[in-house]
């Protein structure tokens, strides 16, 4: 397999040097520091790739600050796959230890040990929701004891999800047949990692508005976190080992699709093919698992939507916004399905969100290690969504929920976020 921890000169080259994608990229409109554009860390990673530059301090603070949200990829009239660059370069740095220290056993806690195995990702969710029930946490935050130590950490405690009493991979499968109409369609269904434990509702959701399609949903239980986050943060080496895991899990060639509620998770699967390409013994099994994911609103897009005629009490008459999470977007380009089935639910009325594929800020893990940073580019989202606050803001991607929630809640705004199954799952089954 090639070095892949080296940017690829010959992707750096593609670069024309147009700056098109100037405007579209949230930390080069923040600074307005040509550094902090794609083209000028296009032009920091050549420096760096050509030996002119050390990796240096610059370098890695550039890399790091990058949201990895792939707008300029979509801007770009040269196809300069900038993701794959801006990860290699990451991953570089992770190779070499470049970050600083906390940074650094922070992210091998949580991505090189916790995610790696589903029974490490119930311990610590049983553990905080332990936490959570003995409410202390509700305690300290109405104290306003902890903002007294640190805003900062005040600020960050708010972003640990709400843990779901029961965990999706416990409840779902392995194997649910459609309702109420033959099978159409077998596919199958990654649970995912913060998904199986904060948003088991989600995924039951999904399964539920699957099976309502004629669809028999199948849940490996061998399936694993799928890798994303590890790849979007140098961990090549694990994002790689659990891809392989999945592409075993997902290998049933009797699936039609497997299909992801999570934006960044769908991205990363669709990728498989491309990073196992080179290896003899798991290239072709990867091109067809990739070759089957789909994002809920891509199936459904293809395999026909049927909406009850009575929706929801939940939707009845409310005004409803959707957000463009940035791997669904700029990485996956779904933008017209999620838009099309959510306006054609009888009885809302649906607007469109200004600057609708503009970053949150959650970006994976940034809003935990560069919290000030994500706060800057989620208030750009939150002036958006005050300008024509919907009753209910609809995204298919957890952190953007998290997120965007966060900044609501504080706010005190009375739109509130669902996800895209969860508001597909009222518009079908109008009893939820
Ligand atoms: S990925 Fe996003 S933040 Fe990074 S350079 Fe591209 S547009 Fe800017
Ligand atoms: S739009 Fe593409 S080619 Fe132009 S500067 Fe940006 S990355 Fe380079």
């Known amino acids: 397999m ?82 794959a660059l801006v990860e290699a370069a990451r ?152 891809a392989k895991i999945n592409i075993q899990a997902f290998a049933d060639d009797s699936l039609d699709f497997i299909v992801m509620n999570s934006a960044g998770c769908g991205a990363f699967m669709k990728e498989y093919g491309h990073r196992f390409a080179h290896d003899p013994f798991l290239a072709e099994q990867a091109r067809k698992v990739s070759a089957k994911v789909r994002d809920i609103t891509e199936f459904l897009g293809e395999a026909g939507f049927h909406p009850s005629t009575q929706p929801a009490r939940i939707l009845k008459g409310k005004t409803i916004s959707y957000h463009d999470a940035c791997h669904l977007v700029h990485t996956q380009k779904v933008y017209r399905q999620p838009r099309d089935l959510l306006r054609s639910v009888p009885g809302i009325l649906y607007k469109e969100l200004p600057e609708s594929t503009w970053c949150c800020g959650s970006a994976g893990i940034y809003n935990i290690v560069r919290h000030g940073d994500s706060l800057t580019f989620l208030e750009r989202k939150l002036q958006n969504i005050r300008s024509i606050a919907p009753d209910i803001l609809v995204m298919g991607n957890p952190g953007c929920m998290i997120q965007i929630a966060f900044g609501l809640e504080r706010d005190k705004s009375a739109t509130s976020v669902m996800h895209t199954s969860t508001f597909l799952r009222h518009a079908c089954c109008s009893e939820v």
């Open 2 to 83: 090639a070095d892949r921890t080296v940017p690829d000169y010959d992707i750096l080259v593609h670069c024309i040097h147009c700056g098109l994608c100037l405007p579209h990229c949230p930390t080069y409109v923040a600074t307005g520091n040509e550094r902090s554009s794609p083209r000028g860390r296009i032009r920091l990673m050549k420096s760096v790739s050509d030996g002119v530059l050390p990796l240096s301090d610059l370098f890695v603070e550039e890399m790091d600050f990058c949201l990895d949200c792939q707008a300029c990829e979509t801007a770009c009239p040269a196809g300069v796959k900038y993701g």
């Open 91 to 242: 991953a570089q740095i992770y190779e070499e230890k470049k970050e600083r220290w906390l940074r650094r056993l922070t992210k091998r806690f949580f991505l090189g040990w916790v995610l790696m195995k589903r029974t490490r990702i119930h311990l610590l969710a049983k553990v905080l929701r332990w936490y959570d029930r003995t409410g202390i946490p509700h305690a300290l935050s109405e104290s306003g004891a902890v903002g007294l130590i640190s805003a900062r950490l005040d600020s960050l405690l708010k972003f640990v999800p709400k843990i779901s009493g029961r965990f999706s991979s416990d409840e779902l499968g392995p194997i649910l047949m459609p309702v109420g109409e033959d099978t159409r369609y077998k596919v199958g269904f990654l649970t995912g990692c913060v998904m199986d434990v904060a948003y088991a509702a989600i995924n039951e959701d999904t399964v539920e508005v699957l099976r309502r399609h004629g669809c028999q949903v199948v849940v490996p239980c061998d399936q694993v976190c799928c890798g994303s986050l590890h790849a979007h943060n140098g961990d090549y080496a694990n994002a790689d080992a659990l």
